[in-house]
């Protein structure tokens, strides 16, 4: 029975922020949805991972390379959202909710 499934950048249903999905599972109320770590263990039916149950969420073995500081700075200054390292989009001063700060943070220019 399956129990990972390749996936590039959903993001989870439950949390009000961009956060990327890590399971694609079977919720307490029977519904299926696309769910951080932390949801899936708080909202998942608690009944495994395998066919019909769910599955993680694995990247592609071809992931984007981490947004560098200057295509984090050329961000900002468009005032767009910059992507954390797990893959979470924050605004330029902020941090995810897994901790990751956005890129500008991590070099002190926030």
């Known amino acids: 029975m399956p129990t990972e499934i390749k996936w590039d ?5 439950f949390c009000q922020t961009k956060t990327k999905a890590e399971y694609d599972a079977e ?5 299926w949805a696309f ?5 899936f263990n708080i909202h998942g039916s608690g009944r495994g991972l395998g066919t019909g149950l769910g599955q993680k969420l694995v990247d592609n073995p ?10 984090a700075l050329r961000s900002s200054m468009l005032d767009e ?3 954390t390292v ?4 924050v605004e330029p001063d902020g941090t995810c909710p897994h901790g990751f700060q956005s890129p500008l943070v991590e070099h002190g220019l926030m």
Not at 35 to 39: A, G
């Open 86 to 89: 797990d893959g979470c989009l």
């Open 9 to 13: 950048n959903q993001w989870c249903d």
């Open 81 to 83: 959202d910059i992507n």
């Open 27 to 31: 919720t307490k109320t029977g519904q």
């Open 62 to 71: 071809v992931k984007p390379k981490a947004m560098s500081l200057e295509q």
């Open 35 to 39: 769910m951080c770590e932390s949801c």
